[in-house]
């Protein structure tokens, strides 16, 4: 089973960056796709990026291309988000997510570990 704890969240003002990090335990931490969701208050959990198991591929949602990047470290069995030009909108709880290498990786069905989530407020 794959443990997967979120941190880096926190309070920032529109305009600046925050660097979200996901470690993972297991064994076969680097076999697995790995996705960021998010889910503001009154919404439904949003797909935001993801990276396939071999790190070749990376998939973000329309409203986030060009400001955010995910990246992975096998090696440190982690993931990151790098959030730059950070909006109102974006304020959401991210959640990390493992799934099968197999699998699709644009939705929550795609995914069979989540993290517990960090809040992220973007202040205007």
């Known amino acids: 089973q794959v443990q997967l704890v979120e941190s880096g969240g926190g309070l920032v003002q529109a305009g600046g960056s925050l660097r979200l990090s996901c470690a993972a335990s297991?064994?076969?931490?680097?076999?697995?796709?790995m996705g960021w969701f998010r889910q503001a208050p009154g919404k439904e959990r949003e797909f935001v990026a993801a990276?396939?198991?071999?790190?070749?591929?990376?998939y973000y949602v329309d409203s986030v291309k060009g400001r955010f990047t995910i990246s992975r470290d096998n090696a440190k069995k982690t993931v990151y988000l790098q959030m730059n030009s950070l909006k109102p909108e974006d304020t959401a709880t991210y959640y990390c997510?493992?799934?099968?290498?197999?699998?699709?990786?644009?939705?929550?069905?795609?995914?069979?570990?989540w993290g517990q989530g960090t809040q992220v407020t973007v202040s205007s």
């Open positions: 997510a493992a799934g099968y290498s197999w699998a699709q990786v644009t939705r929550d069905g795609d995914y069979d570990y």
């Open positions: 297991g064994r076969t931490f680097s076999s697995y796709n």
């Open positions: 990276i396939r198991w071999s790190g070749s591929s990376t």
